[in-house]
């Protein structure tokens, strides 16, 4: 009950302030309040992230993810109740203990790689939402009646649109509205408070190895330029982590150097590797990993936003304060995910 009060009172207030003064995906000012949906009303089409178009007949009670990205996103639209079954390995996700622990509980229906499709069908569910990736499953459940929504967010405006592709087949399209705008209006904040300030380059590595950076085409390099940053690797045209050597990196010789928040190797090691001594980064000691308390900020999860305000922050403290970034993570996992975050330095 809590949960659902805070997100009335958001939403309340986030209509009220965006009748006024709103803003754009773009930044550019605009009047939103033409843009709050209306409450969704059963049967109801969509069109999912394959270009598949779904009639759901009435509002799903029972739901399975099988993407941590969507189960993510339920949680924030408050149908965490709603969840019979989700994606293998959610002990590994901190979010769920924090904002939802009975889903530890839930049933797996497996992985991108591994989809168990008899559990999931024994889960009798009204809805499943799954990976574009596990796209050869779904006329099997389709089969048995059960109605499958594909989505791809692989990137900030493949998620706004699963969100709305989501929130639309569960009757949660004001949540998602709030959602966005939270969302559209802390970007908006960054980007004035870092307005004219110089652009340093940033070298963004994986999680697997520190020599596979984000190119242009990925999710984080959104992060790096809203956040005031340059990519240091923008040349890179791949859509996944593109591998890169030492001499490719030094020739960068990025100003920042971040790594992915799940990644199994440190700062330290980054720090004390002898093939990287001379970058600009490493030399003024201004490597940092991703916070992973919580969620991947550097993945297109709900709170992926919070990543681009945690590296504003470290790219321009002087222009956003270590008191701007704690409070727009308190503000998000308040409001969306009923729970107060403890930061650590």
């Not at 799903?60 to 149908?79: N, Q």
């Not at 969840?83 to 509980?105: C, F, N, T, W």
């Not at 440190?266 to 093939?275: I, M, P």
């Amino acid at each position: 009950m809590k949960k659902i009060i805070a997100l009335i009172l958001a939403i309340t207030l986030l209509f009220s302030f965006a009748a006024c003064t709103g803003t754009s995906d773009d930044g550019n000012a605009t009047n939103p309040s033409s843009s709050i949906p209306v409450e969704v009303t059963f049967p109801v089409k969509v069109t999912d992230q394959l270009g598949r178009e779904v009639t759901i007949e009435k509002k799903p009670e029972k739901i399975v993810s099988g993407y941590y990205i969507s189960t993510s996103l339920l949680i924030a639209l408050g149908l965490e109740d709603n969840l019979v079954g989700i994606e293998a390995k959610a002990d590994s996700r901190p979010i769920y203990k924090l904002a939802a622990s009975q889903l530890l509980e839930l049933p797996s229906v497996g992985t991108a790689k591994n989809f168990d499709l008899e559990g999931c069908a024994a889960l009798n569910p009204d809805l499943v939402i799954l990976p574009a990736k596990l796209k050869d499953s779904i006329p099997a459940l389709e089969e048995l009646g059960i109605k499958v929504l594909a989505v791809n967010p692989e990137s900030g405006d493949l998620l706004n649109e699963a969100i709305d592709i989501i929130s639309k087949a569960t009757g949660t399209t004001q949540i998602a509205y709030a959602l966005k705008y939270f969302s559209n209006n802390l970007l908006s904040e960054i980007s004035k408070a870092v307005e004219g300030s110089d652009k340093p380059s940033v070298y963004l590595s994986s999680n697997g190895t520190f020599t596979a950076a984000a190119g242009a085409k990925m999710y984080q390099n959104t992060i790096i330029e809203n956040a005031g940053g340059t990519n240091a690797a923008a040349e890179i045209t791949d859509t996944s982590w593109a591998k890169v050597s030492y001499e490719q990196i030094n020739k960068w010789n990025p100003d920042v150097i971040v790594i992915a928040s799940d990644a199994d190797y440190t700062v330290e090691d980054v720090l004390s590797d002898s093939a990287v001594s001379q970058v600009t980064a490493v030399k003024e000691k201004r490597v940092y990993k991703m916070p992973d308390s919580f969620e991947s900020w550097d993945s297109p999860v709900p709170s992926g936003v919070l990543g681009t305000a945690w590296l504003a922050n470290k790219l321009h403290p002087d222009k956003y304060s270590d008191e701007a970034y704690e409070k727009a993570v308190k503000d998000f996992y308040q409001t969306f995910y009923d729970f107060t975050p403890e930061l650590s330095n």
